[in-house]
C-alpha cells in the first residue's frame, strides 16, 4: 500500500488565524497549568525510606556517636540550609555530601531535616 496515495486522499485541513490563534492559546494553558502544578507532598513513609540511606554514615537514627557528626535532634532549619548548601554551593571542606545532596530534590532534603530534626537524642 502507497501511503504517499494514502495522504493525497486525505482532506488538506488548514486551520484559520481564529483557530490557529486559539490552539495555540490551548496549549499554552496547556503547558502553564502542568508547569504550575506542585507534586504531592512527600508521605512520612517515603521520607523514612529517603532516611535510610543517611543510616551509613549518620547511625539508623542519625545519631551516631564518633567522627561523623550526628542529625537527629537538629534544628530543622539549620540541616535544610546546609543539605540544600551541599546541593548548590558545596561548602569547602566538604566529604561526600556535596555528592549525595545532588541526587535529591530541594523538597526531599528539606524533608529530610524535617524528620531528623523531630527525632529525640
Known sequence: MNLNKLSSLAPRWQPSGLRRAVCG???LLGV????AQTPA???????????????????????FVGPIPAIAGRPADVLSTQLLNF???????????DRL?????????????????????
Open 32 to 35: 502553564g497549568m502542568a508547569l
Open 87 to 97: 546541593k548548590h554551593r558545596a561548602p569547602a571542606g566538604t566529604t561526600v555530601m
Open 41 to 63: 507532598p512527600l508521605s512520612q513513609q517515603q521520607v523514612k525510606l529517603l532516611a535510610a540511606a543517611c543510616a551509613s554514615c549518620h547511625g539508623t537514627d542519625g545519631s
Open 101 to 121: 545532596a545532588k541526587g535529591y530534590t530541594d523538597e526531599e532534603l528539606r524533608a529530610l531535616a524535617s524528620h531528623f530534626s523531630s527525632i529525640r537524642k
Open 25 to 27: 492559546a490551548v496549549a
